[in-house]
């Protein structure tokens, strides 16, 4: 029996995701366990994490607000639960310096669109605005940059007709909840 990988999940939405992730972990599909799940806002999947007695915090980014002391403390709320593997899974907050020296090697992300195509927040409307016949997702390891990281595993999906930016999100991320449990099925921790 492999050793179970600690992960924290970091959400910003509904945290279908990490659902994916606490499902397969149910069913023995997965040698893991997400020791804690942290946010920027009240968010489902704090709700999602909550109602299994997953640890959570919260940790809002204001308007006007040192980004460098929120990025102090999220590592500091990040590095008390010692994780293995850092996901950030539909959080839609840039980390910093100092977040990614505590984790960089072992933060992932997960992005809707084919990387290097189609960064930042609103890949899905961009991949739409741009006329594109195939998108599909990503899972990187996190660098300074925006999406910009070494890319993991890819899949594609077909753009369909009458797509907008609802039905092709969710399509993406039927294909993305398995990508992201294969990266993680297939993590080693050292490397
Ligand atoms: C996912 O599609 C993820 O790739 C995206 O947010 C969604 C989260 O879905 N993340 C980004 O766009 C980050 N740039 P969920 O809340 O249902 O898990």
Same mark, same amino acid.
């Given at each position: 029996m492999p050793e179970s990988l600690k992960c924290v999940v970091l959400i910003s939405g509904t945290g279908t995701l990490l659902q994916a992730l606490l499902d397969t972990i149910d069913t023995g599909g =997965? +040698? /893991? &366990?997400?020791v804690a799940v942290g946010a920027d806002?009240? +968010?489902e999947g704090i709700t999602r994490a909550t109602s299994k007695g997953i640890p959570t915090f919260v940790l809002p980014l204001r308007k006007g607000q040192d980004r460098e002391l929120w990025d102090r403390d999220l590592a500091t709320a990040v590095a008390q639960f010692e994780p293995d593997l850092v996901i950030?899974?539909?959080?839609m907050k840039l980390v910093g310096t100092h977040f990614l020296t505590q984790f960089g090697g072992k933060f992932i992300n997960t992005h @809707? /669109? =084919? =990387?290097?195509?189609?960064? $930042? /927040?609103h890949a899905v409307r961009d991949a739409l605005e741009a006329g594109v016949k195939v998108t599909g997702c990503t899972v990187f390891a996190v660098d300074e $940059?925006?999406? &910009?990281? @070494?890319?993991i595993a890819q899949e594609a999906v077909d753009v369909l007709p009458h797509d907008d930016e609802a039905t092709l999100h969710e399509r993406i991320k039927i294909v993305e909840r398995r990508l992201l449990v294969e990266v993680v099925k297939n993590w080693r921790k050292d490397g």
């Open positions: =997965l +040698a /893991a &366990t997400v806002r009240q +968010a950030s899974a539909g959080f @809707p /669109a =084919l =990387l290097p195509s189609f960064p $930042g /927040a $940059g925006i999406d &910009t990281g @070494p890319i």
